[in-house]
């Protein structure tokens, strides 16, 4: 089984040589807009300087406030199935923000995200036939970069790199996550 990290760097060198060159037309930006993207992430707890790597993945939507500017909402998550002898588990990090997307040239694919938002932690834990289950929720927001490679006029191919943040009561957490979208215009 190949590693997460090996995985994505085979999707992200297959995307650029099946790419129009940089410079190409970037998709048209106005009026509503869906997509959703996969990749990985990594999550780090705080107090806990080791990082955990697991799938992730999105999903937004929304409209153009003008050929720079969307405006959208913009759902994430990340998931690693975890365990040890005798135990097993999943843990789940979500977000769901309000999002600005801002693009300096509007010609070009190059952006900017960011918002605020929501945030909730799940873990749940099986021992022999017993399950535990425990689920958190606060304040989240989310900050990144991407270039959209257009397809056709209205479809685009985006590598992305994100960071969502995630605060509760009693912790928070921060995800780094890599992916490749795919967006509709």
């Given at each position: ?13 297959l ?8 410079n190409?037309?970037?998709?048209a ?5 869906i ?25 937004k ?6 050929d ?7 759902g ?15 843990v789940?990090?979500s977000n769901l ?52 490679i257009?397809?056709?006029?209205r ?31």
């Open positions: 089984m190949r590693s997460l990290p090996f995985t994505i760097t085979i999707l992200l060198a995307v650029v040589s099946i790419s129009p060159p940089l190409a037309q970037a998709p930006r106005d009026g509503f807009f997509g959703f993207g996969v990749g990985g992430g990594s999550i780090g707890f705080e107090g806990d300087s080791e990082r955990e790597v697991g799938g992730a993945g999105y999903f939507i929304g409209g153009a406030l003008s720079k500017v969307l405006l959208g909402a913009e994430v998550g990340w998931s690693k199935e975890m365990g040890e002898e005798g135990v097993s588990g999943t789940t990090s923000n309000v999002v600005v997307y801002v693009y300096p040239d509007p010609a070009g694919g190059f952006f900017l995200k960011g918002g605020p938002g929501f945030a909730w932690l799940s873990a749940q834990a099986k021992f022999a036939d017993v399950t535990f289950s425990e689920t958190d929720n606060g304040f989240g927001f989310t900050l990144g970069a991407g270039y959209d257009g397809f056709g006029g479809f685009s191919l985006t590598p992305h790199a994100d960071f969502d943040y995630g605060g509760f009561a009693d912790s928070s957490i921060n995800l780094i996550r890599i992916g490749l979208g795919f967006n509709w215009y």
